[in-house]
């Protein structure tokens, strides 16, 4: 009888607690939720854009990649209105139906961008089945950071950061995937996302030599500063571009930077709306309040990096750009790097 | 004991079972038990097949690199959790020495720390630590060394001493804690028998401590491993544990099975460490 | 605690004071940069300015996030340090079915990667339609820190002779008067100890917060995100203000909540 009351107990509280968390927490949908990395949602805009458009954008700030692909599938696209990914991220979030397409009439600021971003269908990876999954937004290269009193002349390849003469003085950075993809092109290997086995050996014995010469791995712009502001450091491969370039010059730092001639990557950071968006034309204004000229300028002069309506020198014209792309197993590459930092 | 044999708290003792065994169920064993049937399906290319495999699990074993990257990191945070308590007790004891309220206010300045962004702490000991850091240019300066020192730049030593630094507080605690339960009487008896006062510490205050101990240790073996940002952070290459590779699955290599199998694996191996420190305990 | 000799007193006391500068080491570099102008991404050492706190007074998102950690730690705080006497009490009490699963049970949030917890509790919450606010936050929160609670009040529980219990019994005293009288005041010092160790966690707890928050941030969240683009100032000065808020609040508690002679119960 004792047992049978609180099994019975038990299962009424199992059933009724997520009930009351339901009715008693449910949050009111006026409201658009944005998750953006630092820098893409400032406090000025958010207000501005209320003061517009009536809409209050709730803003969560994320720090990796990692977890915005946890944070948008763990909820199935239910937790957030709109949200920022880089293109080639944004190939899994299409592929697991977790985006919703855009209306292009309702981005009339689109029309003003950049040329190099007036035709979506040139950009590749924002398309799919003829709709646009996604609205490019902010952009940088990935080229070499060099300290102009400790590498001279300007290197212009990026075998240097295999240089024994600089060992212990480079910093690179600490993903896989790229780092597979920039080894692709220092070995010219023709498409650097899409690697044989044999390639992919190739360039895991190079990144192995690539460790031994690099004093850390860094996730973050401002960590690569802070090593460089303590450490004696000659080299950094600037996953960031110009905005860690920026950084380090308002430190004071004599720096150079150039995009190698074996191409340099460049990503390319977009909005999309996810699958749970509750209102599309809210989303929607965010996103084209975005697209301002002003908003444009005022995200290049605080953060460092591109934008894509107004004209900054995030990379010459001659320089090779080479967009990311999603890359053929990421699983595996991320196995291979992390076989690499396992090694002594 | 308690509410056992009381009729009139009949009532509250189904209460409690009722809540004892709930909500654990409904918040711990619901959510880990759906999320872990995931570590038995598997990824390949970049598609979750959802058919149930052990391959996680074994690949855990074949595949040369886990295991010795797991055993590091358990060295790595055994040894920031001995560290810590050998750091720790000396201070729970100095504390527990102390009368009145003076011993409450070191004990609450011992835990303050705690209340600082552990990220803005990281970012601290790094600029202390780095090559140009506060440490090398103070010795420097104070002519003690001439080269900076590369003892402490990106390395395993930097993430023991970082962690152990973060850390010490989750130690201190513990240990002051179980100082503060040894009855006075006994302490009292032993030096009134004529045991001099290192008597008294090896035969009566550290054996009635030793639960405390063994309480920080765990707490900080587990913090410590389950910590991934520290190794990356001031480890340098070098800085690889568990907790990264663990952290990579469910980003950068998209592969939630293997993330939870591995978390599995990492608690399993948690559990042990500590029902062995539980068994020392008792032994001694 | 027994009379150290001289010796030993200034062998301990020195050990403490390393411990104390290893402590407060790295929270110096953060709280002098507050009282300077930064210019350049460099302290400048020469101009003292206040800026950094004016600055902080204008940075709503921050104060929010430090509000919203302070509610999801006091509450997550509470019913941990709650669940925990509960527990405690459950599995000292002879009814022990399942005891060493359950405690088991309860310890596994702790011993997971916060990550992983993190995410059953995202899909969890999402399969059974709770929408994610600061709730589950606290919820997440309360899971994660349950163990150390639980932990710290057993160890101490168990400490309490049982003979203190037979003779409140056997005095005539009902259980909920036993447990008032005898069995708390024995615990005092284990809760508030349970309690600070929770709240710590808690109020630095990253990875669990951001998997299941809505759109509310707390403070680590924000802190996480600043590190790509650079700590900014105001984030020295809200340091430096915490550290002197604990501080005063600590030093405040023991002096007017403590008796001048108190001692350890």
Known sequence: ?344 | ?284 | MMQLSRLASFGLSALTALVFVLLYGPLLVPIASSFFEIARGDVQWTSPSLSAYVALTRNQGIITAFLNTLIVGFTATFLAVLLGILFAIHYRNGATFGRDLMQFVIFLPFLMPPIMIGLSLLIFFRETDVPRSLLTVIIGHTVFVLALAYRTIVVRLQSLSVSYIEASYDLGASSWQTFFYVVLPNLKSALIGAAILCFALSFDETMISLLVTGTDNTLPIRLWAMMRLGFTPDINALVALILAFTTLMCVLAVRYLLPKDAEGT
């Open chain 1, 1 to 344: 009888m004792k047992i049978k009351l609180n099994r019975r107990a038990m299962i009424a509280m199992g059933v009724a607690a997520p009930a009351l968390l339901r009715t008693s927490w449910a949050r009111a949908a006026s409201e658009l939720r944005v998750m953006a990395w630092q820098g893409y949602a400032d406090d000025d805009w958010v207000k501005e854009f209320q003061e517009q458009t009536g809409i209050t954008a709730q803003v969560v700030f994320i720090g990796t990649d990692d977890e915005i692909w946890a944070k948008i599938k763990g909820s199935e696209g239910k937790d957030f209105d709109v949200f920022a990914v880089n293109t080639a991220q944004l190939q899994r979030y299409i592929d697991g139906g977790l985006t919703t397409p855009h209306d292009l009439a309702k981005l009339p600021n689109q029309k003003n961008v950049l040329p190099r971003f007036q035709d979506l269908a040139q950009i590749k990876g924002i398309m799919r089945d003829g709709k646009v999954h996604a609205i490019p937004f902010c952009f940088d290269s990935i080229g070499l950071i060099y300290d102009k009193a400790k590498v001279s002349p300007a290197p212009d390849s990026f075998t240097i950061l295999w240089d024994p003469k600089y060992k212990g003085k480079v910093l690179a950075y600490d993903n896989g995937e790229h780092n597979f993809s920039f080894t692709a092109l220092t070995l010219g290997f023709p498409d650097p996302f899409n690697l044989s086995a044999e390639q992919m050996g190739q360039i895991k014995a190079k990144l192995s030599e690539l460790k031994q010469n690099v004093l850390s791995f860094y996730t973050t712009p401002d960590e690569a500063l802070q090593l460089y502001k303590s450490n004696d450091v000659a080299l950094i491969w600037a996953n960031y571009g110009q905005q860690q370039v920026k950084a380090m010059k308002d430190a004071g730092a004599d720096i150079g930077y150039v995009n190698p001639k074996e191409g340099a990557l460049a990503w390319l950071d977009t909005w999309a709306m996810t699958s749970g968006v509750q209102d599309k034309d809210a989303a929607e204004a965010w996103v084209n309040f975005l697209l301002q000229k002003k908003i444009g300028e005022q995200l290049s002069e605080r953060t460092g990096f591109g934008n894509t309506v107004a004209e900054t020198g995030s990379a010459n014209p001659n320089d090779k750009l080479v967009w990311l792309e999603f890359v053929e197993d990421p699983t595996k590459r991320s196995d291979l790097w992390n076989e690499v930092k396992a090694q002594p």
């Open chain 2, 1 to 284: 004991m308690l509410f056992v044999g009381d009729r009139q708290a009949k009532g509250w003792r189904i209460a409690i079972s009722v809540l004892a065994y709930g909500l654990p169920f409904l918040f711990i064993v619901a959510p880990l038990l759906s999320f872990l049937t995931y570590s038995f399906f598997w990824v390949e290319g970049g598609q979750m097949h959802y058919d149930l495999t052990w391959r996680n699990y074994s690949r855990f074993f074949t595949d040369a690199i886990f295991i010795p990257v797991l055993w590091q990191t358990c060295l790595l945070c055994l040894a920031v959790a001995v560290l810590a308590a050998l750091l720790g007790y000396p201070v729970a004891f100095r504390l527990a020495t102390l009368s009145g309220r003076r011993k409450y206010i070191l004990l609450m300045l011992v835990l303050v720390p705690l209340l600082m962004s552990y990220i803005i702490k990281i970012y601290a000991i790094r600029s202390i630590l780095g090559g140009n850091g506060f440490l090398n240019r103070f010795l420097v300066w104070a002519n003690l060394i001439d080269q900076p020192l590369t003892l402490f730049v990106f390395n395993l030593n930097a993430v023991l001493l970082t962690l152990t630094v973060l850390l010490i507080p989750f130690a201190i605690l513990p240990i002051f804690l179980s100082l503060e339960r040894i009855p006075k009487n006994l302490i009292e008896a032993s030096t009134d028998l004529g045991a001099s006062n290192w008597q008294t510490f090896c035969r009566v205050i550290l054996p009635l401590s030793l639960p405390g101990v063994v309480t920080a240790a765990s707490f900080v073996f587990v913090l410590a491993i389950g910590d991934f940002l520290t190794p990356q952070m001031v480890g340098g290459p070098n800085g690889f544990t568990f907790g990264r590779i663990i952290y990579s699955q469910f980003g950068a290599a998209f592969n939630w099975p293997f993330g939870a199998a591995l978390s599995v694996i990492l608690a399993l191996v948690m559990s042990v460490v500590i029902a062995l420190g539980r068994r020392f305990e008792r032994q001694t």
